[in-house]
């Protein structure tokens, strides 16, 4: 647009907003004089100014409320742990890589925009206490940041052939089976919580999201008092969606929906029915998804340790005969997805024969 | 009182004085305090304090005037040079945390699913950023005005000071290029 139009634009916008509400549209096709796109210009500017709820109202600083954690630069120290890097970040905060000083032991630092520790010893003891080789471990509490096991791994996504998507949901349930037990349920199951790494599935964040609900919470709800939703609605049972208390059955259902993602590479939920499971669908695959979906909790497994005994079933019974997977395409499948692992392990591999060769050698 | 506040006082006189010169050397050394000042309000923002460009500003001219007689009245220039570096702050961190959002390395640690808000709200940002450069070369004084208000946090009188036009002048001009650069980010230009 050139210098004269832009002018003209001004004038006349400037002209038509301070005038009476009433009298906008006549003043604004007198002004055109019959200029259709001039008209077009002036009053998409005006649509503009006139609706509320502007963005450049507020500070741009809040907008940027989120980057709230980037506090922490390479180096900087919190208690005995010194930062290294930044590896990611969520809801609740920035995820470091960092030093334990004392243990000279690397570790995982989960920073909280609301110092919540204070109010959640309870909780981070029984957390801390899980100690399970498919839980990633809480090492220590600061005033509001988690000190966790570093991990090296990738979030479990399907699709994946079935051999192994059951292999990895018979470690998880594992996992929810003896947190079970302690009375600690996960309650925020989904894949970005889920690593694989090369000693399998880690569980990550186990119960931290009973930490964002907050104990004080009587109503037992899964609502913090803004009301926003804690976890991730379409992996959440629909009694956490509903309000009401999540148990093991809750993470029996995240479960399902995570191990229909696992298989199919696709969400499942209450809408969407179990349909799709392609070829290495089964009757009995189906009934365990199906069962694990259930709406009402009381018709679901009710223990993790069930849901683990029919896979294994299903397991025997399908996977080892030979025609169930195609083994060099699986194979090549697990290479693309875990080559860095892979790469790792063996260079590992190498790098101890090496030293073993040398140690040979020199002793 | 560090060295480079000395340092950024003697400049401000120096460029008061008409050496542009001093400029190029003051620019950096109020972006570094600047953004410094912006991380620690960060922090505290932790704790439920909104981050506010003006009252880091404000804090910044009142340790340097603490430091000296305040013999560079222009209050409104240095302001204005704030302004322009806090906007290039705010999308600078916008825009690390958005390519970060994007993707890092292929080995993460554990990445709750990042909140909706958050992700547009640095994409809208970055989003003023860009569309305020369009609106520079459409209209510069208007685009000025933005800089001044929004990322510097100035009043209408304030920015009237630094760009030596009546208040009224100011608030007409506000008032478009707001509706303007809505206009542009919603990708619905007319005629342009």
């Known amino acids: 647009m050139d210098r004269e139009r832009w002018l003209k634009v001004e004038t006349i916008f400037n002209r038509v907003i301070d005038a009476d509400e009433s009298h906008r549209k006549s003043l604004l096709n007198e002004f055109c004089l019959g200029d259709e796109s001039l008209r077009l210009e002036v009053e998409s500017l005006l649509a503009q100014a006139n609706a509320s709820g502007g963005l450049l109202d507020h500070p741009p600083g809040a907008l940027l409320a989120e980057s709230a954690t980037v ?19 969520g809801g609740m ?39 399970h080789p498919h839980i990633c471990q809480l090492y220590d509490v600061g005033p509001d940041y988690l000190v966790m096991e570093y991990i090296e791994g990738t979030p479990l996504e399907g699709p994946l052939p079935l051999e192994e998507a059951l292999q990895y949901a018979d470690q998880i349930c594992d996992a929810l089976e003896s947190a079970h037990l ?31 609900a907050g104990p ?35 993470d029996i259902y995240s479960f399902g929906c995570l191990l229909h993602q696992v298989l199919t590479g696709k969400q499942a939920g209450p809408l969407t029915a179990v349909a799709d499971l392609g070829p290495q669908g089964s009757p009995e695959l189906r009934r365990i998804l199906v069962k694990c979906l259930q709406e009402d909790p009381e018709l679901r497994y009710q223990h993790a340790s069930e849901v683990r005994a029919d896979l294994l079933r299903l397991k025997r019974n399908t996977v080892s005969t030979p025609a169930a997977t195609t083994p060099h395409s699986g194979a090549r499948g697990v290479f693309a997805r875990h080559w860095k692992l892979i790469v790792s392990a063996v260079a590992l591999l190498i790098g101890s024969a090496v030293a073993g060769y040398f140690y040979y050698h020199f002793h | 009182m560090s060295e480079s506040d000395g340092e950024i006082t003697q400049l401000l006189q120096a460029w008061r004085g008409g050496d542009e010169r001093a400029l190029d050397k003051l620019t950096p050394q109020v972006y570094r305090e600047l953004h410094q000042a912006a991380r620690r309000a960060m922090i505290r923002e932790r704790e439920g304090h909104t981050l ?25 220039h240095f302001f204005a040079l704030c302004a322009r570096q806090m906007r290039r702050i705010l999308t600078d961190m916008a825009r690390t945390h958005h390519s970060d959002k994007r993707g890092g390395g292929a080995f993460v640690v554990p990445l709750d699913e990042a909140p909706e808000v958050g992700f547009t709200a640095h994409a809208e940002v970055i989003a003023i950023d860009d569309a305020l450069k369009a609106l520079a070369l459409l209209d510069e004084r208007k685009s000025k005005v933005v800089e001044l208000r929004f990322f510097g946090g100035l009043s209408v009188e304030e920015t009237a000071q630094v760009l030596e036009v009546s208040p009224e002048t100011v608030a007409r001009d506000w008032r478009l290029a707001k509706a303007w650069l809505l206009r542009e980010m919603s990708g619905e230009a007319h005629g342009s």
């Open chain 1, 93 to 131: 905060g920035m995820v470091y890589r960092a030093l334990d000083t004392r243990l000279d032991r690397t570790v995982a630092i989960k920073t909280s925009s609301a110092s919540f520790i204070h109010r959640f010893e309870r909780e981070t003891r029984a957390i801390a206490a899980l100690n």
């Open chain 1, 182 to 212: 302690k009375g600690i349920v996960h309650r925020d199951l989904k894949p970005s919580n889920i690593l694989l790494s090369i000693y399998g599935i880690k569980l990550l964040d186990f119960g931290l999201a009973q930490m964002k």
């Open chain 1, 71 to 89: 506090g922490l630069e390479q180096g900087a120290r919190l208690g005995p742990y010194q930062i290294e890097s930044l590896i990611g970040q």
């Open chain 1, 216 to 250: 004080e919470d009587t109503t037992g709800s899964d609502l913090t008092a803004s009301g926003a939703l804690m976890g991730t609605p379409r992996y959440m049972a629909p009694e956490q969606l509903n309000g009401t208390r999540a148990d093991a059955r809750s």
């Open chain 2, 52 to 76: 506010q460009p003006t009252a880091l500003i404000n804090e910044l001219y009142l340790r340097l005037s603490d430091l000296r007689p305040v013999d560079w009245q222009n209050r409104a």
